[in-house]
């Protein structure tokens, strides 16, 4: 049966790779600190396969149709899409898939009532490309990208995202194969991606937040980090928070934040968390 | 709820936005011929206007996902090297003066603190 054995979450702003320079020189030292230390330990859990969590920024699919999950199945993975290269500064990369688990959480999540749509070809944006170049950049751990509505109205609930985490972690452990699972979430802190408040970070809810994610109270942070609080401190970009609290599902214990910085040159406020405590 | 629910998702240029981002031949027709592009997705008058003029404000008011706001401004400019000072971001400044002087005072404060 399959193990989890590392979860975390780092911001995915496309500033960290596109413009790092333009940050104060203490933001760019505590990111690269902070990353640093995510990839050891990372490879240090010596997973067999990523599970990553991030808002799909209407890329993948047309506001027609923006599916709540979407898993990349195929069995390599190619970023970033065209349209972003130039913007993450950043060249091509291949990361293997692994479609035997990337299709068990398609037919199991629709077995257990979740619809996931997949992509055997999908495109990736910020929200990948900018974690795998920090902490897979050989792309020598094989990826399986899970992309999440966060952006588009109805924006699910922290409570959803949590109960799919939940379900997740059930599906992954009754995976037949003896995978070492990783975890990450990407996305957030506070932001406002094209809105009024496109150069604001709400620090105040930042560090609110990273506090509860110290506390390790579950339930308490579900309660009290509502979509409401999420929109009001940075709209339609904050909610990508509910990646994290998917990923708290998988977790016990107090986070451990790496860093954290209030970064208006990346246009995000910009964190670096480890669980150092996960549920199997 | 946020600004993000001000989206209409049944406006034309926010279909439009998917596809362009994502097709080399239309990226290259934006620049030629705007005009004729907003007329293959259906974009209304008041649409094509708001894009053309690169009007921030007209744009997230009609509905545009504040999200593909940004990415309009990148269709006309470029996007490399998209920093705050970068001239896609000017419109934005223009659009909301007050929201972005608050960010650049934090923003100094930062600079002369702990940042």
Known sequence: MARIVSAMALTHSPGLTGWFDRAPEGQRREARRALDAMRERLQAARPDVIVLFSNDHLLNWPINNTPEYTVGIGPEHVGPADW???????????????????????????????????????????????PMHYLNPDGAIPLVPVTMNCTVP??????????????????????????????LATGGLSHEPGGPRYFSVDEEFDRWFLDLLRQGDHATLVRECTLERMEAAGSGGTAELLAW???????????????????????????????????? | MGNVERCDKTLPVNEMIYYV??????????????????????????????????????????????????QILRLF???????????????????????????????????????
């Open chain 2, 21 to 70: 981002r994502r097709d080399a031949v239309l990226r290259e027709r934006w620049n030629r011929d705007l005009e004729g592009l907003a007329r293959q997705f259906g974009l209304s008058r008041e649409e094509y206007e708001a894009v053309r003029d690169k009007d921030v404000r007209r744009l997230n008011d009609m509905g545009v996902h504040q999200y593909y706001i940004p």
């Open chain 1, 84 to 130: 972003y290269d130039e913007w993450l500064a950043l060249a091509k990369y291949r990361i293997p898939g692994h479609p035997g688990l990337a299709r068990y959480l398609v037919n199991e999540g629709a077995r257990r009532r979740l619809a996931f749509a997949y992509l055997r070809d999908m495109q990736f944006d910020d929200g990948v490309s900018v």
């Open chain 1, 245 to 280: 609290i998917l990923t708290l599902a998988f977790t016990s214990g107090p986070a451990e934040v790496l860093a954290y910085m209030p970064a208006i040159a990346w246009r995000s406020g910009t964190g670096m968390v480890v669980w150092p405590g996960v549920q199997n």
């Open chain 1, 154 to 183: 109805p924006i699910p609930t922290p409570e959803r995202a949590y109960q799919v985490g939940t379900t997740l972690r059930e599906m992954l452990l009754a995976y037949p194969g003896p995978e070492r699972v990783a975890v």
């Open chain 2, 77 to 115: 400019y470029g996007a490399a090297a998209n920093s705050n000072s970068h001239p896609a971001l000017e419109a934005y400044k223009r659009a909301y003066p007050e929201e972005a002087a608050a960010a650049e005072r934090a923003q100094e404060r930062l600079a002369r603190g702990k940042g």
